[in-house]
T-cell receptor, first 116, second 112 residues
Framework: AQKVTQAQTEISVVEKEDVTLDCVYE???????LFWYKQPPSGELVFLIR??????QNEISGRYSWNFQKSTSSFNFTITASQVVDSAVYFC?????????????FGQGTRLTINP | EAQVTQNPRYLITVTGKKLTVTCSQN?????MSWYRQDPGLGLRQIYY???????DKGDVPEGYKVSRKEKRNFPLILESPSPNQTSLYFC???????????FGPGTRLLVL
């Protein structure tokens, strides 16, 4: 069955520290997609990144970077030089084709607090 | 601006009073979906639609109905709301079933 595990329920760091959010997934499919979404205190869900299972290249976007490792079924997210505005709940999600249609399976989320 | 809109954003109602939460997207997306978010349970899919007139159940469809008469709209209907449907609801859309889902702003529903 599909499953996404975000073992870190809450993380609290001081501004300018680097922080890594862990995501481990399970799927029997060979074709799948991984996502990260951000949910700020205002409540909306903001798309950050999408990765397909055939592309293991790491990605960097400004202070954000993602490390995809199929060997460990992980898709970790690092924020460099964190800022207070990064405070949010971050969700990792998985979709595959096992059920024939795209369903996002979400992890439980990691609440990140950046303290000034 | 490309977006998914939901209305209302906040709603307080009473048990048994039918309500509809509207969802509309302006991106000509084929795929639309509804999720609910609950503390400790995370985000779970309620219903999805692959295209006009094509809908199917997600993980938690009980107590909900949907329709997809037009490509841009995907309303969520609660025929007889109950307190256990108190939740934060999100509508999402994507170009097709493989692509990224973009979410609406959410609707906070309280059923008394």
């Amino acid at each position: 069955a599909q499953k996404v595990t975000q073992a870190q329920t809450e993380i609290s760091v001081v501004e300018k520290e680097d922080v890594t959010l862990d995501c481990v997934y399970e799927t029997r499919d060979t074709t799948y997609y991984l996502f990260w979404y951000k949910q700020p205190p205002s409540g909306e869900l903001v798309f950050l990144i999408r990765r397909n299972s055939f592309d293991e290249q790491n990605e960097i976007s400004g202070r954000y970077s993602w490390n995809f490792q199929k060997s460990t079924s992980s898709f970790n997210f690092t924020i460099t030089a964190s800022q207070v505005v990064d405070s949010a709940v971050y969700f990792c999600a998985l979709s595959d084709s096992i059920q024939g249609a795209q369903k996002l399976v979400f992890g439980q989320g990691t609440r990140l607090t950046i303290n000034p | 601006e490309a977006q998914v809109t939901q209305n209302p954003r906040y709603l307080i109602t009473v048990t048994g009073k039918k309500l509809t939460v509207t969802c509309s997207q302006n991106m000509n997306h084929e795929y639309m979906s509804w999720y609910r978010q609950d503390p400790g349970l995370g985000l779970r899919q309620i219903y999805y639609s692959m295209n006009v007139e094509v809908t199917d159940k997600g993980d938690v469809p009980e107590g909900y109905k949907v329709s997809r008469k037009e490509k841009r709209n995907f309303p969520l209907i609660l025929e007889s709301p109950s307190p256990n449907q108190t939740s934060l609801y999100f509508c999402a859309s994507s170009r097709d079933r493989r692509e990224t889902q973009y979410f609406g702003p959410g609707t906070r529903l309280l059923v008394l």
